[in-house]
């Protein structure tokens, strides 16, 4: 199926992907990609959309340089990834990428702002972790650990960590799938200031369709194809958001 492209104001390009499959092998073959063209644009944040299993995890973490295409290829910058070797990509996930999961994956002996500076200790340029919590709300909490902090706080301290080095690119995968509502907008609201203050092309997985309607662009998957592309004319705010 082709996508339904839709043309963007963002003329600066930051992603091309052309062609990606991912296939897994065993007894049968699983497809979790099949042939997905796209371009992300600086500064823009995107929604990929779609159900379990219809290949966006896949793509971000392909994107993000923790998985390899089974073919295809894709561009960071103009730079093909898909010819990195495996210390290129170490230094393309490090200086560029920050990543942000269901699950936040901090570390129970650590305080907020240690966690933080696991990152800021082996950036180039990075933010303080006291600058990095503060911007996404936690200014207040630097000092206490995961145990202390309620599940949006802990997920905001992962969007912080993933921050605090200034990527390029901020990957989201279902960053409000462990949340309640009230809890997910905030959590929303640190990674749209992110992407607005910092300039970061931002990409957030999810399958709650409300979220759709914050993005630049919405990207719409199913088996392991992109099947639209749409422009959102209007952003609403997280807080406009009804779940």
């Given at each position: 199926?082709?996508?339904?492209?839709?043309?963007?104001?963002?003329?600066?390009?930051?992603?091309?992907?052309?062609?990606?499959?991912?296939?897994?092998?065993?007894?049968?073959?699983?497809?979790?990609?099949?042939?997905?063209?796209?371009?992300?644009?600086?500064?823009?944040?995107?929604?990929?959309?779609?159900?379990?299993?219809?290949?966006?995890?896949?793509?971000?973490?392909?994107?993000?340089?923790?998985?390899?295409?089974?073919?295809?290829?894709?561009?960071?910058?103009?730079?093909?990834?898909?010819?990195?070797?495996?210390?290129?990509?170490?230094?393309?996930?490090?200086?560029?990428?920050?990543?942000?999961?269901?699950?936040?994956?901090?570390?129970?002996?650590?305080?907020?702002?240690?966690?933080?500076?696991?990152?800021?200790?082996?950036?180039?340029?990075?933010?303080?972790?006291?600058?990095?919590?503060?911007?996404?709300?936690?200014?207040?909490?630097?000092?206490?650990?995961?145990?202390?902090?309620?599940?949006?706080?802990?997920?905001?301290?992962?969007?912080?960590?993933?921050?605090?080095?200034?990527?390029?690119?901020?990957?989201?995968?279902?960053?409000?799938?462990?949340?309640?509502?009230?809890?997910?907008?905030?959590?929303?609201?640190?990674?749209?200031?992110?992407?607005?203050?910092?300039?970061?092309?931002?990409?957030?997985?999810?399958?709650?369709?409300?979220?759709?309607?914050?993005?630049?662009r919405v990207m719409r998957f199913a088996d392991g194809q992109i099947v639209s592309i749409e422009r959102n004319?209007?952003?609403?705010?997280?807080?406009?958001l009804s779940w």
């Amino acid at each position: 199926m082709t996508p339904v492209l839709a043309s963007a104001t963002h003329q600066t390009e930051t992603f091309r992907a052309l062609g990606l499959t991912k296939t897994y092998d065993g007894e049968t073959p699983v497809y979790a990609l099949r042939g997905v063209d796209l371009e992300m644009f600086e500064g823009e944040l995107v929604v990929l959309l779609g159900p379990s299993g219809s290949g966006k995890s896949t793509l971000l973490n392909i994107l993000g340089g923790l998985d390899q295409p089974t073919s295809g290829k894709f561009y960071f910058r103009g730079r093909e990834v898909t010819t990195f070797s495996q210390h290129e990509l170490t230094m393309y996930r490090r200086d560029n990428v920050g990543f942000v999961f269901q699950f936040y994956n901090l570390i129970p002996s650590l305080t907020a702002r240690e966690n933080v500076a696991l990152v800021t200790e082996i950036a180039k340029a990075p933010m303080t972790p006291d600058e990095a919590l503060t911007m996404v709300g936690l200014g207040h909490r630097l000092d206490h650990f995961p145990a202390q902090l309620s599940g949006g706080e802990q997920q905001r301290v992962a969007i912080a960590r993933a921050i605090a080095k200034k990527p390029s690119v901020l990957l989201c995968d279902e960053p409000t799938g462990a949340l309640d509502s009230k809890t997910g907008i905030v959590v929303l609201q640190a990674i749209v200031r992110a992407n607005q203050e910092l300039g970061t092309t931002t990409a957030v997985i999810t399958h709650n369709a409300v979220m759709a309607s914050m993005a630049d662009r919405v990207m719409r998957f199913a088996d392991g194809q992109i099947v639209s592309i749409e422009r959102n004319r209007t952003k609403l705010k997280p807080e406009e958001l009804s779940w």
